[in-house]
């Protein structure tokens, strides 16, 4: 099962826009991550960011969490043709015992040059 | 230093095959983790393990089945094969025994059933 899921599914913008991807959760954290896929390739990690952490920065790259309405959002600022990719969050649950990394369906970025 | 590798890259077998996709971990990483991907959704979970034992399993049939080595490398078999069994493979070495933190995923090997 998913426990996360992105918001869009897809979304397409101009290079030099940002682009906002969000992901809820249903069940308790101890952190999220988000990872980016390049056409059908590996995952790649791109920020980790913990329960009791409200803001990271890496970068272009902006994440905020929020526990109280289970929800992320990832920003990318000026967006390049090479940020083109998929784009996945993950929740980690360790704290509720060994549990895998979850990941949600994903949202597809085309930045269009 | 090398990452994750696994192999084949690509196959293709036809339904009731097996089928062994092998991965080696980024060297000093003893925990393994397998996912399937279908196309157009996110990675599901399929086995962690670490030290050689099995740490965490999803929710797959027993057609599918792992194991680690003293090496920490991994092998991932699936018998008895069906068409949605079709999917990119991949695998993920971590540093620690429980699955926090970051992964660091392989390319994957991408299984194609006819």
């Known amino acids: 099962s998913q426990q996360g899921e992105e918001d869009p599914q897809a979304l397409s913008i101009q290079e030099g826009e940002n682009a906002t991807m969000n992901c809820s959760y249903k069940?308790?954290?101890?952190?999220l991550q988000w990872y980016r896929q390049n056409s059908g390739r590996g995952l790649v990690h791109l920020i980790l960011?913990?329960?009791?952490?409200r803001e990271k920065h890496s970068g272009r790259l902006r994440v905020t969490l929020d526990t109280s309405k289970k929800s992320s959002s990832l920003l990318i600022t000026a967006s390049r043709a090479a940020d083109t990719a998929s784009y996945f969050c993950a929740t980690d649950r360790s704290h509720s015992g060994n549990t895998p990394l979850v990941f949600g369906k994903g949202t597809r970025l085309s930045v269009i040059a | 230093d090398a990452g994750v590798t696994q192999s084949p890259t690509h196959l293709i077998k036809t339904r009731g095959q097996h089928v062994t996709l092998r991965c080696s971990p980024i060297?000093?990483?003893?925990?393994v983790s397998w996912y399937q991907q279908v196309l157009g959704q996110g990675p599901q979970f399929i086995f962690q393990?670490?030290?050689?034992?099995?740490?965490g399993r999803g929710n797959f049939p027993d057609r599918f089945s792992a194991r680690q080595f003293p090496n920490y490398s991994s092998e991932l078999n699936v018998n008895a094969l069906l068409l949605g069994d079709s999917a990119l493979y991949l695998c993920a070495s971590s540093l620690t025994s429980f699955i926090v933190g970051e992964l660091f995923f392989g390319e994957g090997s991408r299984l194609t059933v006819l």
């Open positions: 960011i913990r329960s009791n952490e």
């Open positions: 069940t308790s954290i101890n952190n």
């Open positions: 060297s000093g990483h003893k925990s």
């Open positions: 393990y670490y030290e050689k034992e099995e740490r």
